[in-house]
Every structure is written in C-alpha cells, then in structure tokens.
C-alpha cells in the first residue's frame, strides 16, 4: 500500500466516523420530533423492589455509610437521595430537604463526586442528611436505576422501594406522593 493511499484513508476515517455519529444524531433528533424515541425510556421504574445489594463508604466519619442491610433493618421508613455538588437541581432542592428531613429519616448518597466537594456542599447550610455514602463509582448509582441525579427513593421496613422519583424534591411533592406512603407503611 502507497503512503499517500495510506495517509488518505487515515484522514477519512475521523471524517466518515463525525458524518455517522452526525446522522445519528439527526435520526434521533428526527425521532424525538415525531414522538417515536423516549429520551426517558432507559428509565427503570424502581417500584416494588428489593434494594440492590450495596454497600458504600461514608462521607466524613466511620459512623456514616450505609449498605442494603441497614435500610432493610430499619424500623421506620427511610428516604434515600442521590445527589452530587455539581448537580444544580441537587442545589435547588437543599433547603426543602431540609423540611423534609424534620419529617422522615433522609439518607444521602453523594453520586460521582469528590468527597471534600460532596461535604462543603451539605454541610454549607446545614446538611439535612441522617447519614451519607459516597458512591464514587456510580455503580451503586446504575444497580439502584439512577439515570441522573438527583433522584430519591423511599425504602420501606424490609428494604421494598415504594416510590421512586427522577427530579428535585419540593415539599408539595413530598407531601402529595411520599407522605402518604411512608405514614402507611407498617
């Protein structure tokens, strides 16, 4: 093979691989418009389920940290929340978990983030967290159905999921579909 055949061939294999990922993009783009693709849809809907298996380390001190165990083993509901310092959704919802947490045990999980971030976060106005893990990875995030954050998950005595939400949480929220599901739990 030619050097000049070779060089050639080299320089249209970026071109040809932008032009691919480019209709790729227009098909999708396209699909969106007429309804046919769900951005949502690698959504999994949590609902019913077992909490994975996991367990992670804490945030700031030995006594923080969770794993399955104990929120399967807790005696009261639990609302677990997956949340970064990056996230500017996470920074929107702050004050009203802070209301909620004088409510119902709240528990964080810091999503891909570094720990000295994670901290200056919750601890800048108060954090309203009983406990904190770090899921550095974001395994833990992919095994629980997390397609971003924040999301939070209410746990139910025996460790069964009874509602999961992909968004911010406010009080209205909280009050129209977690409340009443944590104050019928057994």
């Given at each position: 093979?030619?050097?000049s055949?070779?060089?050639?061939?080299?320089?249209?294999?970026?071109?040809?691989?932008?032009?691919?990922?480019?209709?790729?993009?227009?098909?999708?783009?396209?699909?969106?418009?007429?309804?046919?693709?769900?951005?949502?849809?690698?959504?999994?809907?949590?609902?019913?389920?077992?909490?994975?298996?996991?367990?992670l380390?804490?945030?700031?001190?030995a006594?923080?940290?969770?794993?399955?165990?104990?929120?399967?083993?807790n005696?009261?509901?639990?609302?677990?929340?997956?949340?970064?310092?990056?996230?500017?959704?996470?920074?929107?919802?702050?004050?009203?978990?802070?209301?909620?947490?004088?409510?119902i045990p709240?528990?964080g999980?810091?999503?891909?983030?570094?720990?000295?971030?994670?901290?200056?976060?919750?601890?800048?106005?108060?954090?309203?967290?009983?406990?904190?893990?770090?899921?550095?990875?974001?395994?833990?995030?992919?095994?629980?159905?997390?397609?971003?954050?924040?999301?939070?998950?209410?746990?139910?005595?025996?460790?069964?999921?009874?509602?999961?939400g992909?968004?911010?949480l406010?009080?209205?929220?909280?009050?129209?579909?977690?409340?009443?599901?944590?104050?019928?739990?057994?």
């Amino acid at each position: 093979m030619k050097i000049s055949t070779r060089r050639r061939l080299l320089m249209t294999l970026p071109v040809a691989g932008a032009g691919l990922a480019g209709f790729g993009c227009w098909k999708m783009l396209a699909a969106m418009q007429d309804g046919s693709f769900d951005p949502h849809a690698i959504r999994r809907d949590q609902r019913n389920q077992i909490v994975p298996d996991f367990a992670l380390p804490g945030l700031s001190c030995a006594g923080d940290g969770f794993d399955a165990a104990a929120l399967s083993q807790n005696a009261s509901p639990v609302l677990v929340n997956f949340f970064a310092s990056w996230c500017i959704p996470c920074v929107a919802e702050m004050a009203a978990l802070r209301g909620i947490a004088r409510q119902i045990p709240l528990w964080g999980i810091a999503y891909k983030d570094k720990p000295e971030d994670a901290r200056r976060f919750i601890t800048r106005d108060g954090s309203p967290y009983m406990r904190v893990a770090l899921d550095q990875t974001g395994m833990t995030a992919i095994d629980w159905g997390v397609s971003g954050v924040p999301e939070s998950f209410l746990i139910l005595p025996g460790g069964r999921i009874a509602w999961h939400g992909a968004s911010a949480l406010d009080e209205t929220l909280f009050r129209r579909e977690i409340l009443p599901l944590a104050n019928a739990a057994p």
